[in-house]
Nanobody, 117 residues
Framework: QVQLVESGGGLVQPGGSLRLSCAMS????????MGWYRQPPGKPREMVAV???????TYEEAVKGRSTISRNSATTTMYLELNALTPEDTAIYYC???????????WGQGTQVAVSS
């Protein structure tokens, strides 16, 4: 059974940084595309960064250059580091895993990030 659990959210001051973690169980990284998504208040969910089963990485334009997605295959944990945070980064952040062949998707429950002074 696949389970994804995010952690690391909280209240951050503008200009600050944070590191989100997504602990995954039941997932073999080489068989899944993984990613971080976020849903700002009153807006639809959007992609932040994805890493394919082969290791290719794509970032959404708004976070490019100030974010890093990574994964530790040994611990099946995925990370998102976000720097130079602005209030526009305020959102619920979700991690997702999608089987590369079957397309089955799994989502975490989300972790709240609030950027405010």
């Amino acid at each position: 059974q696949v389970q994804l659990v995010e952690s690391g959210g909280g209240l951050v001051q503008p200009g600050g940084s944070l590191r989100l973690s997504c602990a995954m169980s039941g997932v073999i990284p080489s068989m899944y595309h993984m990613g971080w998504y976020r849903q700002p208040p009153g807006k639809p969910r959007e992609m932040v960064a994805v890493i394919t089963s082969g290791g290719s990485i794509t970032y959404e334009e708004a976070v490019k250059g100030r974010s890093t997605i990574s994964r530790n295959s040994a611990t099946t944990t995925m990370y998102l580091e976000l720097n130079a945070l602005t209030p526009e980064d305020t959102a619920i952040y979700y991690c997702k895993a999608r089987h590369a062949d079957w397309g089955t998707e799994y989502w975490g429950q989300g972790t709240q990030v609030a950027v405010s002074s």
